[in-house]
């Protein structure tokens, strides 16, 4: 699918992203779920060891496995502990390991980084906490067999788990991101112009600073008068919820630079 999907954000600037192929969803899904093996294993003998699987659940299951292998006899429950005993063992795997991943590579897992996707929300911003609980609940009953033709017949391929959580999986570009993290978390904070102290940022929004991020990754794609409208209707709302002064027009841009730089250094700190 190649139609763009556009999103406005709270100060009007557009954003567009190309939704995810299902193919390279599937592809990501692969990649991951080869991933999630280890984990996997480790949440099995974790639970083994906490007493959760008891020596009848791991009989039963043994039961069924003979059965499946053509073994006479087994117990005719047999299937529903094994079936019962793989849903446990792979719901954990995999609400820890997206869920996770998706929390900390802001929306993306590995096998997305690989192929190339990130989930958003619907709004065009990153992920929340509560999105990625909401989708990594339902990405057990995602699997089922009825539910795959959903993300078919999807608008924007969402699966049910986006469609509660609000979210949809968008192809990350590579020549539409720029270093821009890395560059300004690497800069000295002896060179910058203007001053945030912590308590400032944490009065911006976080629609705020993927707002300023977003649009100066795209700096270089934007015409003289796309530049000047976005500083116009972005800095001043900003400024005034920081309830820092209001910089001149000519030094609205370094102030924007500036107040990312000191965000990435305060979430580098907040992480070490």
């Known amino acids: 699918m190649s139609t763009k999907i556009e999103f406005e954000t709270p100060e009007n600037i557009r954003v ?11 592809l990501a899904w692969f990649v991951d779920n080869i991933l999630m ?3 996997i294993f480790v949440i099995f003998i974790v639970l083994a060891m906490l007493g959760v699987f008891t020596s009848e659940v791991l009989s039963r299951a043994a039961d069924a496995m003979n059965k499946s292998n053509g073994a006479p006899g087994g117990d005719p429950e047999a299937e529903l502990y094994a079936l019962g005993l793989g849903v446990l063992v792979m719901g954990l795997g995999s609400f820890f390991y997206f869920g996770c991943s998706e929390l900390l590579l802001r929306g993306q897992t590995l ?5 190339g996707i990130r989930v958003v929300r619907l709004d065009g911003f990153a992920l929340e906490p509560g999105g990625i609980f909401i989708r990594s609940l339902f990405r057990v009953v995602d699997h089922l067999p009825p539910l795959w033709i959903v993300p078919l017949v999807s608008a924007r391929s969402q699966r049910l788990g986006d469609m509660v959580a609000g979210t949809v999986v968008v192809a990350d570009s590579p020549e539409s991101i720029s270093d821009l993290r890395q560059v300004l978390s690497e800069r000295p ?6 001053r945030f102290d912590n308590a400032a940022l944490q009065r911006a929004r976080r629609e705020d600073i993927e707002a300023v991020e977003k649009i100066l990754e795209r700096w270089e794609k934007l015409t003289a008068v ?4 976005f500083l116009d209707q972005l800095v001043p709302p900003i400024a005034a919820r920081l309830k820092v002064e209001l910089p001149p027009a000519d030094r609205r841009l370094p102030f924007l630079y500036d107040l990312l730089a000191a965000e990435y250094r305060r979430q580098h700190r907040r992480l070490g």
């Open 16 to 26: 567009a992203y190309r939704p995810a192929g299902l193919g390279t969803r599937f």
């Open 37 to 39: 093996i280890p984990l």
């Open 111 to 115: 096998g997305k980084r690989w192929s």
């Open 189 to 194: 904070a002896a060179e910058v112009e203007f």
């Open 226 to 229: 796309q530049r000047q409208s």
